[in-house]
């Protein structure tokens, strides 16, 4: 349950632009499958897909955007992954209230991403729109 509240917290916190306080029982929960939850706030309401196993529990919206979730299983994965981006001239860059967010000097140009970690456990979702941005020859 935290993880699908801490996946909605960070939605609705980008939305709003909200600074970082964050009150867990203001976030009213709704099963709506064994790995699917409606999460309301403040009127508005976001979905959430978790996944659970083993190794990892990991929550990403469901958005009417195409998104992307990838979880990469080792620190050197990521790592892989932030080379790509440095490699296209992409960094990660974080607001005043800590959200972060994918930006390209050479373009000007700021998109969203979300990023959650845990140990040696790393996920980034973007919406595929963005990973074609991103990807796109330099």
């Not at 909200?18 to 064994?34: G, R």
């Not at 083993?54 to 929550?59: C, D, G, L, R």
Request: proline content about 3%.
């Amino acid at each position: 349950m935290w993880s699908i509240k801490e996946t909605a917290y960070k939605a609705w916190q980008r939305l709003v632009k909200a600074s970082p306080i964050f009150n867990p029982l203001a976030f009213h929960c709704q099963m709506i499958s064994d790995s699917e939850c409606v999460v309301s706030i403040e009127n508005l309401n976001f979905k959430v897909n978790s996944t659970l196993n083993s190794e990892f529990i990991y929550s990403s919206i469901i958005s009417k955007e195409n998104t992307i979730s990838k979880v990469f299983d080792s620190k050197v994965l990521f790592e892989d992954f932030t080379n790509q981006l440095d490699y296209y001239g992409w960094c990660f860059k974080k607001d005043n209230n800590g959200i972060p967010s994918l930006y390209s000097e050479r373009r000007s140009t700021v998109l969203p991403i979300s990023i959650s970690h845990d140990q040696n456990w790393f996920a980034v979702q973007i919406t595929k729109q963005i990973a074609e941005i991103i990807f796109e020859k330099a």
